[in-house]
């Protein structure tokens, strides 16, 4: 690989892996509130089951959560924060 393409590949990397760092990361409370008002914008029933999901999760209630979550995207098929969740309710105990 020239050297050239070489600096230019790990400027690149460079960047990436800055960027998030300079821009100041949202806190939790800010991606849950932007997270809610996109899938509010799709469905309202989808966001007040996600809604619903995410106190299941925060009692620890994992069964519940994943089957509120997996609700969630059957509504709304293209709002992958609700299959993660889903996903991860599952592998708790």
Not at 32 to 41: G, K, P
Not at 45 to 58: G, V
Not at 81 to 91: D, F, K, N, S, T
Request: hydrophobic share 50%; net charge neutral.
């Amino acid at each position: 690989m020239p050297l050239r393409r070489f600096v230019v590949l790990w400027v690149a990397v460079a960047a990436l892996l800055v960027a998030p760092i300079r821009g100041g990361a949202e806190s939790d409370d800010e991606f849950e509130a932007r997270l809610s008002a996109e899938l509010t914008r799709r469905s309202r029933e989808a966001a007040e089951l996600f809604t619903q999901a995410n106190a299941a999760r925060a009692r620890n209630d994992h069964a519940t959560a994943a089957r509120l979550y997996g609700q969630v995207a059957e509504l709304v098929s293209t709002f992958a924060p609700a299959v993660r969740r889903q996903c991860g309710e599952m592998l708790e105990p």
